[in-house]
């Protein structure tokens, strides 16, 4: 199927364009601002659909409005029309048509009807009303306030928000490459079709949002993360929010706790589901020599090899667990036994640690016991 995306070096177009690109027998047609109208009438005979991105959101000249959403998607229209064979046009329009009166809202609207004027035998439409998109490759100060603030906060720059308890509708861009890939592959659906509800949004209040975006650039140094990361709404703005922090904040130092024995550097931690530590153990040496009254601890083996040795409070039973990194081993530490972990080799035993509940320097669940 040949494809052609206007305005595909946009925000929409740049992650619709790599998701196409990783697709068997789809081949892209890419018309941007240094691309003709040559060059627009060349693709649309080629292409039997199009996904119609191309627009003016800011722009101090009001004819560029103009001539972007309106004039352009009519000229484009008028190509598609000369074709003796079908076309499907996807268009991306905004669900501020239905609050907003303004000359970018204007244009959009006009587009829309120029479009719904032409539906027939050769050109099918579905119009998207989308709302406030936010995603990677959204530019700040232009797309997306969650790009605004996003860039702004991982900067330790202010910002500023005049209301604060407005609720504001949000829609993440892997849920529009979604409605997109869904359009080609259902050709069931076209004809004419308005979209201005979308059942993956998301509504929440400005504060709410400078609250999130300021807490997560404020957990990559504590390390300490209450939101739930694994889905919903606070996965998308957590991994949105990554994409708007410099470079050099790729990289960032945490503490260890070192000595003779070896270390142990504290790598993630939840105060809802407790924290995954790194220890390392020096050849011939002992950690541990505690227990836990509730604490649980799961250690996984990277590397080298040792003991763990487990004694019964209660009737003094005694285990001794032996592991090598060659077999992948998971240890547990169970509440009420005494344990340590000894490394029998020449070279630092390396082992991943999760426990259930987080380090707590007021209120140690670690008790020493000298096994």
């Not at 595909?8 to 003709?36: C, D, P, Q």
């Not at 959009?108 to 035998?121: I, P, T």
Request: glycine letters at 4%; charged letters at 25%; one cysteine or more.
């Amino acid at each position: 199927m040949n494809i052609l995306i206007t305005g595909y070096n946009g925000f929409i177009g740049k992650n619709l364009s790599f998701f196409l690109e990783n697709k068997k027998n789809i081949k892209i047609f890419k018309f941007g601002k240094n691309n003709n109208l040559k060059d627009l009438e060349n693709y649309v005979k080629k292409c039997e659909l199009v996904f119609h991105l191309a627009g003016e959101n800011r722009n101090k000249i009001q004819n560029q409005f103009i001539n972007n959403n309106f004039k352009f998607t009519r000229d484009l229209v008028n190509l598609i029309k000369k074709k003796s064979k079908k076309t499907h046009l996807i268009f991306s329009s905004t669900k501020q048509i239905e609050s907003k009166k303004n000359i970018y809202t204007q244009t959009k609207l006009d587009a829309e009807n120029y479009l719904k004027k032409n539906v027939g035998k050769n050109l099918s439409v579905i119009i998207y009303r989308f709302t406030n998109i936010f995603g990677k490759w959204a530019k700040p100060n232009y797309n997306s306030v969650i790009a605004t603030f996003s860039h702004r906060i991982s900067r330790n720059k202010k910002i500023k928000v005049s209301k604060y308890n407005e609720r504001i509708e949000f829609l993440h861009i892997d849920e529009v490459i979604k409605l997109f890939y869904d359009d080609i592959k259902n050709k069931k659906k076209r004809n004419l079709l308005l979209v201005n509800k979308f059942d993956n949004s998301y509504k929440i209040k400005l504060f709410d949002l400078v609250k999130k975006l300021k807490y997560f650039h404020k957990y990559r140094q504590k390390l300490i993360n209450d939101a739930e990361l694994a889905h919903g709404f606070d996965k998308l703005l957590y991994s949105t929010f990554l994409t708007y922090i410099p470079v050099k904040q790729f990289k960032y130092n945490i503490s260890s706790i070192k000595d003779k024995r070896g270390s142990f550097f504290e790598f993630v931690k939840s105060r809802n589901n407790g924290q995954i530590s790194i220890l390392v153990v020096k050849p011939n040496q002992v950690r541990g020599n505690h227990y836990h009254m509730t604490k649980v601890e799961r250690f996984l083996i990277l590397s080298g090899q040792g003991y763990f040795v487990f004694k019964n409070l209660i009737n003094g039973e005694q285990k001794k667990i032996l592991f090598n990194s060659a077999k992948e081993t998971i240890v547990e530490t169970i509440p009420g036994w005494a344990h340590n972990i000894k490394n029998t080799g020449k070279k630092d035993l390396i082992a991943i640690l999760w426990a259930n509940e987080n380090y707590n320097k007021e209120k140690p669940d670690t008790i020493y016991y000298k096994l």
